[in-house]
């Protein structure tokens, strides 16, 4: 087997080009049974897309094929912040594993701008504040998801099983909750925004079946809030 440890302070400015000598690489997830290795990185600043990314960690290890993702943290990445960690085995056979994935930041339009998504007709400005929070737990045949979302003063949850193998497939129940639609239809470009008793809305659906054969359900409310 072979072996390798880095554990030291990173501080320089490293610019999202050097990955460029990266993408030439390709390691088959077979080969991570083959070797150990300890990883722990602080970072003070990186940049990526010309943003510099603050508070950097990488605290990773990998040992007799368990890859442990002890904390993987950004402090600060265009006012945003993100944590992950988990763990997966069985890389020379059938991958699984579980993690979880915390992001929050103060505009996801700060955050498309630097990563230059852009949505036709949404007007990025208004979505405001913004936290994403995943637990993954299985394998690519069998990956339980729960993933929670607020966004444009909207929460979001979906929670179920995902087929990610040769005959992809869903079983998923997803909710969808916000307490003013008109300022919702207005950050979607639908709408001038509320000008009267605010109505709030509530969706409820389902997406179960395979992926060419996917049934979708839904039902919803509005009533004044």
Request: proline residues 3%; contains cysteine.
């Amino acid at each position: 087997r072979r072996h390798t440890r880095y554990i030291g302070d990173w501080s320089s400015d490293v610019c999202s080009s050097d990955r460029s000598r990266l993408a030439g690489l390709n390691v088959p997830l077979a080969q991570l049974d083959t070797f150990d290795t300890d990883v722990r990185i602080r970072a003070g600043e990186i940049t990526v897309e010309g943003e510099p990314a603050h508070g950097v960690i990488l605290d990773v290890g990998l040992v007799n094929g368990a890859l442990t993702v002890r904390d993987v943290t950004v402090a600060d990445f265009a006012g945003a912040k993100g944590k992950l960690g988990g763990v997966a085995t069985g890389f020379s056979g059938k991958p699984s594993g579980a993690g979880t994935v915390n992001i929050a930041g103060e505009s996801a339009a700060a955050i498309a701008r630097v990563l230059k998504v852009e949505v036709p007709g949404v007007e990025l400005g208004r979505l405001g504040a913004f936290t994403f929070n995943a637990n993954l737990d299985g394998d690519r045949d069998r990956l339980r998801v729960d993933i929670g979302s607020r966004i444009a003063d909207s929460d979001l949850r979906i929670q179920g099983t995902l087929a990610l193998g040769d005959r992809p497939a869903s079983d998923l129940v997803f909710q969808a909750r916000n307490g003013n639609v008109a300022n919702l239809f207005q950050v979607l470009g639908l709408g001038a925004g509320s000008r009267g008793r605010a109505l709030a809305m509530a969706l409820n659906g389902t997406a179960t079946g395979p992926l060419e054969k996917l049934g979708v359900a839904l039902t919803g409310t509005l009533a004044g809030a």
